[in-house]
């Protein structure tokens, strides 16, 4: 119903940047939150962003002033602007959105496949 295909994804070194994608297809009515996790190898997946579609935002604590999330709302699309990568934001990134089917009463949410991102020199 609602299908996400992220983008942006690669190897980068300590300090550079990288821009994730994640754009939302299918039935939708409305979406609400997107917003992007993390998971590293062994540990729990974890907020890195999230926007409303009035364009509230919230970053996790180890990514605040160097991660950036906004959304264009007319393609459905999020971004995730990261700058000065560091090895700990290493991980498999994950578009996660809430949205409202056509002909449903209620949102759902939805995960994108994952991206990885590696940051090493």
């Known amino acids: 119903q609602v299908q996400l295909v992220e983008s942006g994804g690669g190897l980068v070194q300590p300090g550079g940047s990288l821009r994730l994608s994640c754009a939302a297809s299918?039935?939708?009515?409305?979406?609400?939150?997107m917003g992007w996790y993390r998971q590293a190898p062994g540990k729990q997946r974890e907020l890195v962003a999230r926007?409303?579609?009035?364009?509230?935002?919230n970053y996790g604590d180890s990514v605040k002033g160097r991660f950036t999330i906004s959304r264009d709302n007319a393609k459905n699309t999020v971004y995730l602007q990261m700058n000065s990568l560091k090895p700990e934001d290493t991980a498999v990134y994950y578009c996660?959105?809430?949205?409202?089917?056509?002909?449903?009463?209620?949102?759902?949410?939805?995960w994108g496949q994952g991206t990885q991102v590696t940051v090493s020199s």
């Open positions: 926007i409303t579609s009035g364009g509230t935002t």
């Open positions: 299918g039935s939708i009515f409305s979406i609400n939150v």
């Open positions: 996660n959105v809430a949205a409202q089917v056509t002909g449903t009463s209620y949102s759902a949410y939805y």
